[in-house]
């Protein structure tokens, strides 16, 4: 059993940035593929960003990927979303999930992933 606990999220104005932080429990965290999803009130939850074991990344291509950069810190079990130019649009519960067979395929999917934390709030005012 992986346990996945995201920080970070907050208030911030239209135009600022922020750093999410995902911790991982257990001791393989290096071997899995990594994700962040968002959820808006009355809204699925939508694919942000992943990164596998070996550092490959992909990103949502609509805004995400010229704003966001995904990254991992296997010797503290965590991974990373930095955000900058925050737009209300933005505005979300941000997930962690893990896949832990470190899947390359359909990263963006979320039936591939078995863990997942609770969430972080992401409000940005304009």
């Known amino acids: 059993q992986v346990q996945l606990v995201e920080s970070g999220g907050r208030l911030v104005q239209a135009g600022e940035s922020l750093r999410l932080s995902c911790t991982a429990s257990?001791?393989?965290?290096?071997?899995?593929?990594m994700a962040w999803f968002r959820q808006a009130p009355g809204k699925g939850r939508d694919f942000v960003a992943a990164i596998t074991s070996s550092g490959a990344v992909t990103y949502e291509t609509n805004s995400v990927k010229a704003r966001f950069t995904i990254s991992r810190d296997n010797s503290k079990n965590t991974m990373y979303l930095q955000m900058t130019s925050l737009n209300p649009e933005d505005t979300a519960n941000y997930y962690c999930?893990?896949?832990?067979?470190?899947?390359?395929?359909?990263?963006?999917?979320?039936?591939?992933?078995?863990?997942w934390g609770q969430g972080t709030q992401v409000t940005v005012s304009s």
């Open positions: 999930a893990a896949d832990e067979y470190g899947g390359t395929e359909y990263t963006w999917a979320r039936e591939i992933y078995n863990y």
């Open positions: 257990g001791d393989s965290f290096k071997h899995y593929t």
